[in-house]
RNA sequence: CGGGGUGUAGCGCAGUCGGCUAGCGCGCAGCGUUCGGGACGCUGAGGUCGGAGGUUCAAGUCCUCUCACCCCGACCA
């Protein structure tokens, strides 16, 4: 490609509502456009490197087995209205975040967030017997979800370009080898694509299936939450990390005291007040879920995790699709003292959780459910009562791992993939049966795998860079060598960067040649923000210094080289920088 | 959905108390001079001032409504 043809400029100054990061570099350089919120076209660079990480997964999807297809984004509404058995259907349970439509005769339909109903529905087809099985089916293709609020310039958007796969297995054994397939599969297509990145054990929600994990790439653009250990690899969402909690030395059972605390509204303001550590004090904080007074309990030192309670509640039968804090109203009307909430005295009209920190230590000091009041030495089961003992505790950093005793920190990051085991509920639902060898019908076992690849390249781009622009890794440059041609209109010159760009392509070489007449630090800046991993320069100091001047993007210096073996050298950098991702 | 902000040339911006032909920088076109880190001069093209309605002798500027985008929060297979 010459760059006097491209369609695409670089802009100087960054857009009016660029957030820095990955978004403003993207839109500089010409990659992507936006059109409307979180909804971007793909300019003739960006498609490259969409097109290099879609063909790096292609091949590990090939390789571990997979058959790709492509599926309708337009599809018939009402197989997201498919009653389960129990909960809600897809289409309830996806709300606003489905994007719906009618046809013109006045039919439902909607754009396709992710595939399950279709792949089933398909393979259910011609997958009729256990000899048929397994089957892994994959698509790299357009999803959409109405996201209340894109963000992160790429990083969260509308519409992107998804790998999905899915696995139909005889067994639960068979799921199992088809998961860990896709585990192997996504830690070569993040390495070779060059990504920093872990393995977290993901929560896998209310919708259930056993194994999930996530995988994010390491960056502070990111909106997931990781626990990561130090010693060991034990790494998990924020939501899903277990620790150790801490044990306080047991006294003796001493008598419920009540205590004046005025104005000690938080745990922090009343330990201050009463001079006993936080750890000594009890949280009680009151939600509604499923029509139910629900108060959960941890330790004064440690801070709730909400998902980690719905799932709790979900569990024990209660709806906590609706969770959330009680209003004032709802706790005057189940007689409750905001900021003096206890559990002593409580029925079973009030649900209480406590966390198993709760049992590492006693003599707690709890609300009297009095204004200004606090009672303290107040111990279980002596004083109040649970119904679940649960971890409802967020993880944090600097607590103890529960694998190897090292310490937990945060990490974040953005979510580039995630595979987990579905079991039967798409099989069911859509009567995915096959026949064992016995001649007797069972639902398939299925498990679901997707990677964002747009998101691929946002973070990579968030990884990698620096003040001047991108640094694209090899893997996946939208070309490997910018060719840079100074002092043009001497025909030797011109003539000399020619041959050099023929030969380049004739090596099959990726190479941008820019040929524009355009001054040399116009050129270098461009060659720097599009972040290009070689660039060769053609100039009449080249020459003079024998031959081209090749630098790497990622290092500060260029050495010169003869013409005659540029060609050589760029393909050795190239093999070299392909093989180091 | 709640709160805040912004819409003026392809991009980034200015535009005073309502006033006369709506400006500046970049980019774009032509000519000339430059030529290794975003050169310079001259000339030129390019505008429904987000949209609709209103007030006024006069609206980019004031009023009403509306749309879009951005940010914070809520929400989020």
Avoid at 333 to 345: C, D, E, H, K, N
Wanted: with cysteine; aromatic share 8%; proline share 4%.
């Amino acid at each position: 490609m010459r760059v006097s043809q491209q369609l695409t400029k670089t802009l100087r100054e960054a857009p009016r509502d660029s957030e820095g990061g990955n978004q403003e570099l993207l839109v500089r350089g010409g990659f992507v456009r936006q059109l409307t919120s979180g909804v971007y076209s793909y300019l003739p660079l960006g498609n490259r490197v969409i097109r290099k990480i879609s063909q790096i997964v292609r091949e590990e999807m090939d390789r571990a087995g997979g058959q790709e297809i492509s599926m309708p984004v337009i599809q018939p509404k009402d197989i997201w209205d498919k009653r389960p058995a129990s909960g809600p259907t897809r289409s309830e349970a996806m709300g606003d975040v489905l994007f719906k439509l009618k046809d013109r005769k006045g039919r439902d339909m909607v754009l396709g967030p992710t595939h399950e109903e279709v792949v089933t529905i398909l393979t259910a087809e011609f997958a009729r017997s256990y000899r048929d099985l397994p089957q892994l089916i994959y698509q790299i293709q357009t999803k959409l979800r109405d996201e209340p609020r894109p963000r992160g310039g790429l990083l969260r958007v509308r519409e992107f370009i998804m790998k999905d796969l899915y696995s139909f297995d005889a067994d639960y054994d068979g799921m199992d080898v088809s998961y860990r397939k896709m585990a192997d599969a996504y830690r070569a297509i993040f390495t070779r694509s060059g990504l920093r990145f872990i393995v977290i054990q993901a929560d896998s929600g209310a919708i259930g299936g056993k194994d999930s994990q996530e995988f994010l790439a390491i960056t502070e653009a990111g909106e997931d939450d990781a626990m990561m250990c130090d010693t060991c690899d034990y790494a998990a969402n924020r939501e899903k990390a277990e620790f150790v909690r801490t044990e306080l030395p047991r006294e003796p059972e001493a008598a419920l005291e009540e205590v004046y605390t005025p104005d000690c509204k938080s745990i922090s303001d009343l330990a201050a007040f009463l001079q006993v550590p936080e750890a000594k004090t009890i949280k009680s904080v009151c939600y509604v879920a499923g029509g139910k007074m629900v108060m959960a309990l941890v330790r004064g030192d440690l801070e709730i995790n909400e998902v980690k309670l719905s799932n709790m509640l979900y569990r024990a039968g209660i709806n906590a699709a609706d969770m959330h804090l009680a209003t004032p109203e709802e706790l005057t009307q189940a007689g409750i003292v905001a900021g003096y909430t206890s559990p002593l005295g409580k029925d079973e009209r009030v649900f209480i959780v406590a966390d198993t920190s709760l049992k590492l230590g006693n003599n707690f000091v709890a609300g009297a459910n009095r204004v200004d009041y606090h009672v303290k030495n107040v111990n279980y089961p002596r004083d109040f009562r649970v119904d679940e003992w649960e971890d409802i505790a967020s993880a944090y950093t600097g607590a103890t791992c529960v694998r190897c005793g090292g310490t937990l920190r945060a990490i974040r990051g953005s979510e580039v993939g995630h595979i987990f085991k579905l079991g039967t509920k798409y099989s069911e639902l859509f009567d995915a049966t096959y026949l064992d060898a016995e001649g007797a019908a069972h639902p398939m076992l299925m498990g679901c795998y997707g990677i964002g690849v747009g998101r691929i390249m946002a973070t990579l781009v968030e990884q990698s860079h620096d003040e001047k622009g991108i640094i694209w890794p090899f893997s996946v440059a939208p070309y490997s060598v910018a060719l840079v041609g100074l002092d043009l209109e001497k025909e030797e010159n011109r003539q000399t960067a020619e041959q050099l760009y023929a030969d380049l392509q004739a090596a099959g070489i990726e190479v941008i040649y820019d040929d524009r007449a355009e001054t040399a630090g116009v050129k270098f800046n461009d060659a720097d923000l599009l972040g290009y991993p070689i660039r060769a320069v053609i100039s009449k100091r080249s020459l003079k210094n024998g031959g081209v001047e090749i630098k790497l993007r990622s290092q500060r210096e260029s050495r010169v080289v003869p013409l005659a073996d540029a060609v050589g050298v760029m393909q050795d950098e190239i093999r070299r920088g392909m093989a180091s991702a």
